[in-house]
T-cell receptor, first 115, second 111 residues
């Protein structure tokens, strides 16, 4: 399967600060990557689709000004949670598609805790 | 609208006790149905992709099957290390690149 890494694996920050999460495709280039959020004991919810060289596509209800996505290269997409609040505490996971089946392969996730 | 429903929500089995997890789906044209395993605090790990009714795939103690309305993940003689949350997801022709996830089944295998 395809290889995706995320950094950091966990982060704790104070309310009001911004946090950047990196998602890297380690084995091949990815023009499209996906960002998901997962709350405890719930399933994955797609936040946005990250497109290299163009604007991200956000899902309904996701604030694009709060969750800034940048996909400046074919191997790196970043998610910045701006002015984070405790309700933004969650598990953030990125993914990319690979193969003819377009299977999505996921990164290890980033745990965000906002105090 | 594409929908995925998984049952049961949680399942506790004794080591060696075989069972099945269910994934019911509604989609306007199925491009693919996916099964993932997720361990606590980690990202989902890809298991299988199924495309058409009647298709089956196996990996170690796991076997996934597909009909026009549902998929089953059969686990044969499970071991404690099979304990995880198993997620089902569908990719439909109407949803572009998006895949829709079910809420998962938390499987616990007692030694």
């Amino acid at each position: 399967g395809a290889v995706v890494s995320q950094h950091p694996s966990w982060v704790i920050c104070k309310s009001g600060t911004s946090v950047k999460i990196e998602c890297r495709s380690l084995d091949f280039q990815a023009t499209t990557m996906f960002w998901y959020r997962q709350f405890p004991k719930q399933s994955l919810m797609l936040m946005a689709t990250s497109n290299e060289g163009s604007k991200a596509t956000y899902e309904q209800g996701v604030e694009k000004d709060k969750f800034l996505i940048n996909h400046a290269s074919l191997t790196l997409s970043t998610l910045t949670v701006t002015s984070a609040h405790p309700e933004d505490s969650s598990f953030y996971i990125c993914s990319k598609k690979a193969g003819r089946e377009e299977t999505q392969y996921f990164g290890p996730g980033t745990r965000l805790l906002v105090l | 609208e594409d929908q995925v429903t998984q049952s049961p929500e949680a399942l506790r089995l004794q080591e060696g006790e075989s069972s099945s997890l269910n994934c019911s789906y509604t989609v306007s044209g199925l491009r693919g149905l996916f099964w993932y395993r997720q361990d606590p605090g980690k990202g989902p790990e890809f298991l299988f992709t199924l495309y058409s009714a009647g298709e089956e795939k196996e990996k170690e103690r796991l076997k996934a099957t597909l009909t026009k309305k549902e998929s089953f993940l059969h686990i044969t003689a499970p071991k404690p290390e099979d304990s995880a949350t198993y997620l089902c997801a569908v990719h439909g022709y109407s949803s572009a690149s998006k895949i829709i996830f079910g809420s998962g089944t938390r499987l616990s295998i007692r030694p």
